[in-house]
């Protein structure tokens, strides 16, 4: 029976996207950045950046310092994702009483990642694989690859993990590291170009021993959304 002195507590977590090469298949997919609990509970178990609320801070800036301070982190996207406060939450969260999570996720350019901490207790995994975290961290990690997988059909969220400037090439890759499975290059170019969603700079790639792939950047307007 739920007590109705119970103390509730807010706290706030972040899911950190980013694309690096599969240790297996050296193609790009989903990694995430992993904190070791150094205290109970779960002490040895692998979480999800995050802490308590500050009485001082809103919430995402609660959100950014704490993943600053834990893995060295800024990225530019950085967005509220959902909350995590069912009733009985107390019994995987914390002894003393129930906590509810406001979890954001952040996708992160590969220039922002060369901040990133990699230490003892600061660890990358492949999104896809990490299972056995602490808390509901397994719960959530897999409401936001859902999230991500089904956003990025529908709205420009790729060019969170777009340099400024890039070939449709490379936004394929982007497309095929999230979504998990390869595209036809003629069928992405062609309903790439019919979204909108960018447009061509006028400049390609310099260097390159064949025609020269052209680039293109996404409308402001459109990185919003």
Known sequence: MLQ???????????????????????????????????REPYEGRWALPGGPLEPDEDLAASAQHTLERTTGLTPRYLEQLYSFGAVDRSSVA????????????????????????????????????????????DQIVRYALDRLRAKITYSPIAHAFCDDEFT????REVHEAVRGCRFDPANFRRQALASGWFEPTGRSVQGTSHRPP????????EETS
Do not use: C
């Not at 449709?168 to 936004?171: G, I, K, M, Q, W």
């Open 168 to 171: 449709l090439a490379e936004l």
């Open 94 to 137: 914390d002894r003393d009483g129930r906590v509810v999570s406001i979890v954001y996720w952040a996708l992160t350019r590969p220039e922002e990642m060369a901040r990133a901490i990699d230490g003892e207790n600061v660890e990358w995994f492949v999104a896809d694989d990490v299972s056995g975290l602490a808390f509901d961290h």
């Open 214 to 221: 052209a680039l293109y950047r996404f409308r402001p307007s």
């Open 4 to 38: 109705t002195d119970q103390k509730v507590s807010l706290a706030v977590s972040t899911v950190v996207f980013a694309l690096r090469p599969h240790p297996t298949t050296g193609r790009m997919t989903l990694w995430l950045p992993l904190v070791r609990r150094i």
